[in-house]
């Protein structure tokens, strides 16, 4: 049986660019609250996804949780 490893040092805002693993990560919003640091996973995320009413749940928080972002350019 193989084992898998989860990771996520790529929450690390420590770990300079060049040194951060080259994986593609995917975030899938749904409808429910988001974390406070919804706004550093959907940075790291190279693809965004929502299901189950996600997309409004996003629509709803833009303000809160990209408050120095137009919400046209999230």
Known sequence: MD???HSSTFLLL???????PSL?????VLNHNLPE???LLWKH????????C????????????FPREDASDV
């Open 54 to 65: 996600g997309a409004n749940r996003v629509y709803d928080e833009i303000p809160l949780l």
């Open 24 to 28: 593609t990560y995917a975030l899938i």
């Open 45 to 52: 995320a190279q693809l965004r996804l929502c299901a189950d």
């Open 14 to 20: 420590t770990i300079p660019e060049n040194q951060r």
């Open 37 to 39: 640091f919804t706004p």
């Open 3 to 5: 084992i898998m490893h």
